[in-house]
C-alpha cells in the first residue's frame, strides 16, 4: 500500500472527492482526513491516532532497537560464568524482553510526538485546508492522482509517501 496526500482548500470539495474515492472502490477505512483543530468534519473519515502520531514508526524503531540490546545484554550475561548455568535460550529471552519493553516504550512516545510524514503539512493544515491521506495499492496511485485530478483540480496531489507500514 502507498498512502497518497492530496491538499484540499474546503470541506465541500473534500466530501465529494472523498465519494468519488468510494465509488472508484477505495476502502473508507484506507481515506483519512485531516484539518485544523476543532474543525468540524462532519461525515468524513477522520483521521485517527495513528495517522496524527508517529506511533508505528516509533514502535517499529523501538522494537529493532530493544530487540538489538536485548541481544547484546544476553550475550554479555552468557559471557560470565556463574553459579547459575544459563542455555541458548538466554539470548532469545533478552531479545524477546528487550523487543517487547522498546516496542512499548517508544510507542509511547511516538503517541504524543506529531507525524513526521505531515509536518510539512502543517503551515496549510492551519490556514485551513484539509489533508487528505488515501491508502492505496501501488498499482492504483496514478489512476486514483488522474482521477482526483481530473475531476478536482483544486485539489493538489502531494505526492506519496514511500512505504506504508506492515501494520497501520
Not at 472502490?25 to 483519512?32: C, S, Y
Not at 553459579?83 to 523487543?99: D, N, W
Request: net charge positive; charged share 20%; proline share 7%.
Amino acid at each position: 500500500m502507498k498512502r497518497m496526500y492530496f491538499l484540499v482548500p474546503g470541506i465541500g470539495i473534500t466530501k465529494k472527492i472523498v465519494d468519488v474515492l468510494l465509488l472508484a472502490r477505495v476502502d473508507q477505512r484506507h481515506i483519512h482526513v485531516l484539518a485544523k483543530r476543532d474543525t468540524p468534519l462532519k461525515d468524513l473519515p477522520e483521521a485517527s491516532l495513528l495517522q496524527k502520531s508517529d506511533f508505528v514508526p516509533a514502535l517499529e524503531r523501538g522494537m529493532v532497537f530493544g530487540g538489538l540490546t536485548g541481544i547484546v545484554l544476553g550475550a554479555i550475561v552468557m559471557a560470565f560464568p556463574g553459579e547459575l548455568v544459563l542455555s541458548g535460550g538466554t539470548i532469545l529471552a533478552t531479545f524477546l524482553i528487550g523487543s517487547g519493553l522498546g516496542a512499548w516504550i517508544s510507542s509511547m512516545i511516538g503517541s504524543s510526538v506529531d507525524n513526521s510524514q505531515i509536518a510539512r503539512f502543517a503551515p496549510a493544515i492551519e490556514s485551513g485546508k484539509f489533508l487528505m491521506m488515501v491508502d492505496v495499492p501501488r498499482s492504483r496511485t496514478e489512476s486514483i492522482e488522474q482521477l482526483v485530478k481530473n475531476r478536482y483540480p483544486q485539489a493538489i496531489c502531494e505526492g506519496t509517501e514511500p512505504t506504508m507500514p506492515a501494520f497501520p
